[in-house]
T-cell receptor, first 115, second 108 residues
Framework: DAGVIQSPRHEVTEMGQEVTLRCKPISGHDYLFWYRQTMMRGLELLIYFNNNVPIDDSGMPEDRFSAKMPNASFSTLKIQPSEPRDSAVYFC?????????????FGQGTRLTVV | DAKTTQPTSMDCAEGRAANLPCNHSTISGNEYVYWYRQIHSQGPQYIIHGLKNNETNEMASLIITEDRKSSTLILPHATLRDTAVYYCIVSYGQNFVFGPGTRLSVLP
C-alpha cells in the first residue's frame, strides 16, 4: 500500500479564494483524521470520520472550514473563503478498526499558504 | 488539552541510548500511552504504544511505571536520523491530542 496520500503537497492561494485539500486513506482503514499544524498551536485535530461519517468536528475552527468523506477512499477539507491565518500544514491520517489500539498512519501533509 | 508533560528539548550523543520521559499523572485506566515522532517536514510517525506492561519493538522500548503516571521511551542506539520531535500521547482511541513534544537532537 502506498500509504495515506494527500494532494496537493503545496498550495498557494490568495485571500478569499476557496481551497480544497484532498486525502486518500489506506484501504481498509475505518477512521480518517484531519490535523492542522502551525508553529504557534502545534498539531491540532480538526475532525475525524468513522466509516465515512463525521464523528467529532469540534476542532474545526470556524464555519469557513468544512470536511467531507463521500466514500471510504476519499476525503476533502475545504476552506471558503481562505484567510492568511489559515496558512499551515494540513495532515490527513487513517487508522484501522477502533478498539485494536493500533497506529495511525499520517500522510506527508499539504503546506497551505494564503497570501 | 494534552494530558502529558514532556521536556521541551534533549540532546543525545550518536550511538548512545536516548531516554525520553513523559508524565501523565491523570491517565485513566483504559487509556494507552502512545509515542509518535515527527521528523522535519514529514507527517508524524508511530513508534510504539502500551497499556501497563513494558513494550519493545524494532524501533524502541517503552517503560511504563507501575502506577502508570509516567513512562520513558528508549531509543537504544540513537542515530542522526532519530533527530525529531517526539510526542507522548495518552488516548483510549485514535483521536490523538498532540502536545508540544520533546525535540531530540542526536549529536555526532
Amino acid at each position: 500500500d502506498a500509504g495515506v496520500i494527500q494532494s496537493p503537497r503545496h498550495e498557494v492561494t490568495e485571500m478569499g479564494q476557496e481551497v480544497t485539500l484532498r486525502c486518500k486513506p489506506i484501504s481498509g482503514h475505518d477512521y480518517l483524521f484531519w490535523y492542522r499544524q502551525t508553529m504557534m498551536r502545534g498539531l491540532e485535530l480538526l475532525i475525524y470520520f468513522n466509516n465515512n461519517v463525521p464523528i467529532d468536528d469540534s476542532g474545526m475552527p470556524e464555519d469557513r472550514f468544512s470536511a467531507k468523506m463521500p466514500n471510504a477512499s476519499f476525503s476533502t477539507l475545504k476552506i471558503q473563503p481562505s484567510e492568511p491565518r489559515d496558512s499551515a500544514v494540513y495532515f490527513c491520517a487513517s487508522s484501522p478498526v477502533w478498539g485494536r489500539h493500533t497506529e495511525a498512519f499520517f500522510g506527508q501533509g499539504t503546506r497551505l499558504t494564503v497570501v | 488539552d494534552a494530558k502529558t508533560t514532556q521536556p521541551t528539548s534533549m540532546d543525545c550523543a550518536e550511538g548512545r541510548a536516548a531516554n525520553l520521559p513523559c508524565n501523565h499523572s491523570t491517565i485513566s485506566g483504559n487509556e494507552y500511552v502512545y509515542w509518535y515522532r515527527q521528523i522535519h517536514s514529514q507527517g508524524p510517525q508511530y513508534i510504539i504504544h502500551g497499556l501497563k506492561n513494558n513494550e519493545t519493538n524494532e524501533m524502541a522500548s517503552l517503560i511504563i511505571t507501575e502506577d502508570r503516571k509516567s513512562s520513558t521511551l528508549i531509543l537504544p542506539h540513537a542515530t542522526l536520523r532519530d533527530t525529531a520531535v517526539y510526542y507522548c500521547i495518552v488516548s483510549y482511541g485514535q483521536n490523538f491530542v498532540f502536545g508540544p513534544g520533546t525535540r531530540l537532537s542526536v549529536l555526532p
